[in-house]
């Protein structure tokens, strides 16, 4: 069971105390217990899922979106991981844990673990590699994960808690941020009327980061990729946009505009 190479690592959402893992539950020394889905997967939210988590249909339209038009951003984030190396890999907000599953497949000796609000999305995620323990939790609440337990946080286009992610890296450990620069999918946006990027996003995240984090490398990708109408509509599905509208689509030229930074724990 994937779960297992967590064992020693999450910690209870209402205590912190240490989880025993077994085939059914995890329980806590104070007697906190939480039920393991039969797909393989922990819930730990503590409640409903948010209105706006994930949905099936999203998670489907971005995996073939990662599998596709999106793979040189798999890299992208595969390169800044094995750059650092790691034993332990968290990825917090881990949707499909596609991402989370590339990296360990290029770092055979770590383990993952794959967090994220949605329980469509830990569903799909505790199938997706055998070296990942997928889990329900909510980043803004606090990541089930034991203080110092990780070498490598990833957040992929994904809400950001750097004072909870600073608790569960081990010090010197790295956090991985992937973020939109002002270009990514501007003539999709303005074609399709979508979601507009906060143009005081990279401010707000230096910001948010300062004292905690120091910054260790910063790479752009910025690519131009012909997508079919299928490719146009799956990405306009997997995300936010998914809830606000349900265009017809066409072929279009797409701009893929990230930047992938690694940070280092002060």
């Not at 600073?166 to 946006?189: F, K």
């Not at 790479?219 to 809830?243: C, H, K, Q, S």
Request: hydrophobic fraction near 45%; charged fraction near 20%; proline fraction near 6%.
């Amino acid at each position: 069971m994937s779960l297992d190479v967590a064992a020693g690592f999450l910690v209870c959402p209402l205590c912190r105390g240490t989880l025993e893992l077994d085939a059914s539950s995890a329980h806590c020394p104070a007697g906190h217990s939480f039920d393991v889905a039969r797909q393989g997967y922990l819930n730990l939210l503590g409640g409903p899922q948010p209105k706006n988590a994930d949905t099936a249909p999203m998670l489907e339209a971005r995996s073939r979106v990662l599998s596709g038009l999106y793979g040189e951003v798999v890299a992208l984030v595969v390169r800044a991981a094995s750059a650092v190396g790691a034993h332990v890999v968290v990825d917090a907000g881990a949707g499909t844990g596609q991402y989370v599953a590339a990296v360990l497949e290029a770092l055979p000796d770590a383990i993952g673990i794959a967090t994220d609000v949605s329980v469509a999305a830990a569903r799909r995620a505790a199938g997706v590699h055998p070296r990942l323990a997928s889990i329900t939790a909510d980043t803004w609440k606090g990541l089930p994960v034991a203080d110092g337990a990780a070498d490598v946080v990833l957040c992929v286009f994904a809400p950001r808690n750097p004072a909870d992610f600073a608790r569960v890296l081990a010090p010197a450990g790295h956090l991985v941020v992937v973020t939109p620069e002002p270009d990514h999918l501007r003539s999709l946006r303005a074609a399709y009327g979508l979601l507009d990027l906060d143009p005081d996003k990279d401010i707000r995240l230096e910001q948010s980061l300062a004292g905690v984090f120091e910054l260790v490398s910063s790479d752009r990708l910025t690519r131009a990729v012909d997508a079919t109408a299928e490719e146009v509509a799956d990405v306009i599905a997997m995300g936010p946009n998914a809830f606000h509208s349900d265009p017809a689509t066409s072929p279009e030229m797409l701009e893929i505009d990230v930047r992938c930074r690694t940070y280092r724990r002060l």
